[in-house]
């Protein structure tokens, strides 16, 4: 497979490069161009974070490693920042050594974001477009209540918690996710909801979960005040 084979999903105001085999990797910009710039640029941010995963990524040499394998049509959730379209084989089922893959690429996401959050406690987060105002419990709130949402779409029921903290939520999603993506692998979870909803494949899941998950922790990062 060609590593650095990408999708440009384009809305109206943003584009989105996303790579078509490194879940989570893919940036934003005002064009193609810039999108593909940006992406090249968090190569090796990329790198770092899956560096606790054992799969071996390195970094393309040039914009011009880079291919592109298609162009899709974006939404209101592209231009707001969030990369939602499906690739062309996205309905294919998953195989197992991408179930593998995909499980060691997400656990080493969010160990990721783990370690953003930590660093960032009691640290003051500089305002401005990057996140707002939003401190950093708002944050992994947020991250959490994606994460549940996120499942909900994906077709997966997680198993309740009694009054539970943010990180024991945080840590039981993380976990049911994983159910969620055995049961998928095993043809347990309807491509469609009761009511004739389309549900997310396993493949995108993955790629909006691990792009969230990174997505956030890079922000922490960068807001961080020293």
Excluded at 7 to 21: R, T
Aim: glycine share 8%; proline share 5%; with cysteine.
């Amino acid at each position: 497979m060609n590593s650095f084979e990408i999708f440009l999903e384009i809305g109206q105001k943003k584009v989105f490069a996303v790579s078509a085999h490194w879940p989570g990797w893919a940036r934003a910009g005002r064009d193609e161009l810039t999108a593909i710039q940006s992406l090249w640029d968090s190569a090796s941010r990329y790198a770092k974070a899956l560096s606790s995963s054992g799969l071996q990524f390195l970094p393309p040499k040039s914009l011009s490693d880079f291919s592109i394998s298609g162009r899709l049509e974006g939404n209101i959730t592209t231009d707001f920042g969030a990369p939602d379209a499906f690739f062309p084989h996205d309905a294919e089922a998953i195989e197992i050594f991408e179930l593998e893959r995909s499980k060691k690429t997400l656990d080493s996401c969010w160990k990721a974001l783990d370690q953003a959050m930590l660093a960032a406690q009691g640290k003051e987060l500089k305002r401005g477009p990057r996140g707002g105002g939003r401190d950093l419990d708002k944050i992994i709130q947020h991250v959490v209540e994606a994460e549940e949402g996120y499942l909900k779409v994906f077709g997966y029921k997680p198993a309740k918690l009694d009054t539970p903290s943010i990180d024991e939520r945080k840590s039981h999603l993380r976990e049911e996710a994983f159910k969620g993506l055995e049961l998928a692998f095993s043809g347990q979870i309807s491509k469609v909801g009761p009511k004739g909803g389309k549900r997310w494949p396993p493949k995108f899941y993955i790629r909006r979960l691990a792009w969230h998950a990174l997505d956030h922790a890079w922000e922490i990062e960068d807001r961080i005040l020293s």
